[in-house]
């Protein structure tokens, strides 16, 4: 009898290995999420190798009992997605999608209330290149939400995924490689919502892999609980008179939230190597001290730096993977530069911000905090 339990017990194991294999084979980018601005739902996006039907289940707990659905491939290159909708907020949720005989599964949480006055998120970006470096930044990325789940929220990333966005087997090689455990794990349990950086080419790729709501080009908006957060496109027209600059202001013109954060790939000072952009200093600036914009996100720059301009913080954030560049601290407002690879941690509570940028092992390079005396609305 024990024999024959040990003999049950290694074929259970055997199936469920080559159920793995199967999955692994059918699947050339594993599920991964994005947040497309609706509070009530979160987004859910896979690539096969071939042509196939999936299903996707989910639920608040692993009985996945809430819903489920068919899902069949769009677009022209074996896509799925599926929006999950309905969702309560702040509530975790479980999700899993059957492909082939194999399983993905993971979790998120449902965006918060747009009352609430609490949120944490990540901010990092240019991971292009070296993603064993990336992985080791998405591995501190997901060991940092699973200590706090507060932190498994969002992720704002200034782009330059990968070397050259037009070339689909640099995504997979380079950010969507199934051996790369840690990234793919970060990318199925946290929304990924990033802007688009020159590597990205001409942004065809990008837009099919992350299909945000634009506006037009690569542009965008959208609310998180206490947060608005805008997607700056550089490769369109920005200059005065723009469609883009007009839609920008009237954005942060109209927003009633508290907190306002600008993300976008070419800095409007930074410590070096590329130099400030001058755009972003003319034209985005004024915006921001105008309408309370705390932060603006960029990258471009292989390394961490903050510049402090009329309040305004300025981070370049581009230690995701891509080669460090030295920093130059005699550049202007500069209050910190440090060439390391990285991630910034953002706390909110009501009207204090706290922020951290930490490297993989959990050094923290710099903080601050600000102080909003804004009235919630």
């Excluded at 074996?78 to 975790?92: D, G, M, V």
Aim: charged share 20%.
């Amino acid at each position: 009898m024990n024999r024959l339990i040990r003999l049950f017990s290694l074929l259970l194991i055997l199936l469920l290995l080559l159920s793995g294999m199967d999955c692994r084979q059918l699947t050339r980018k594993a599920p991964y999420l994005i947040f497309n601005g609706n509070g009530t739902e979160m987004q859910v996006l896979w690539q096969l190798n071939s042509s196939d039907t999936c299903r996707i289940e989910w639920g608040t707990d692993t009985l996945y009992s809430v819903g489920s659905a068919r899902t069949a491939e769009y677009d022209k290159d074996h896509q799925h997605t599926y929006i999950i909708k309905n969702l309560s907020p702040a509530q975790k949720y479980y999700y899993r999608v059957n492909i082939g005989d194999g399983i993905y599964n993971g979790t998120f949480y449902a965006a918060p209330d747009s009352s609430a006055g609490k949120l944490c998120f990540f901010a990092y970006g240019d991971t292009r290149t070296n993603p064993d470096i990336h992985n080791r930044i998405a591995n501190a990325i997901v060991k940092d939400y699973k200590a706090d789940p507060d932190y498994q929220s969002l992720i704002i990333c200034v782009g330059d995924l990968v070397v050259d966005g037009d070339v689909e087997s640099l995504w997979d090689s380079e950010f969507f490689a199934p051996s790369y455990t840690g990234i793919q794990n970060m990318l199925g349990n946290i929304p990924y919502q990033s802007c688009m950086g020159n590597h990205e080419e001409s942004g065809e790729l990008f837009k099919m892999y992350f299909p945000y709501p634009y506006v037009n080009g690569h542009y965008w908006s959208f609310n998180y609980g206490p947060a608005h957060f805008v997607d700056v496109d550089q490769y369109s027209d920005y200059t005065p008179g723009s469609a883009e600059l007009k839609w920008l202001e009237n954005d942060l013109a109209s927003t009633t939230k508290r907190w306002k954060f600008i993300y976008l790939h070419e800095p409007g000072w930074s410590a070096g190597d590329h130099p400030n952009d001058k755009s972003v200093q003319d034209y985005i600036q004024p915006l921001c001290t105008k309408y309370g914009v705390q932060i603006v996100f960029g990258g471009h720059n292989h390394y961490y730096a903050r510049a402090v301009v009329d309040n305004v913080q300025h981070i370049t954030t581009g230690g995701g993977g891509a080669p460090l560049y030295q920093t130059d601290p005699g550049f202007p407002h500069l209050v910190k530069a440090v060439s390391e690879n990285h991630f910034c941690k953002i706390e909110i509570d009501r009207d204090t911000l706290k922020f951290q940028a930490v490297t993989s092992s959990g050094e923290i390079i710099d903080s601050f905090t600000i102080v909003n005396p804004l009235p919630d609305n």
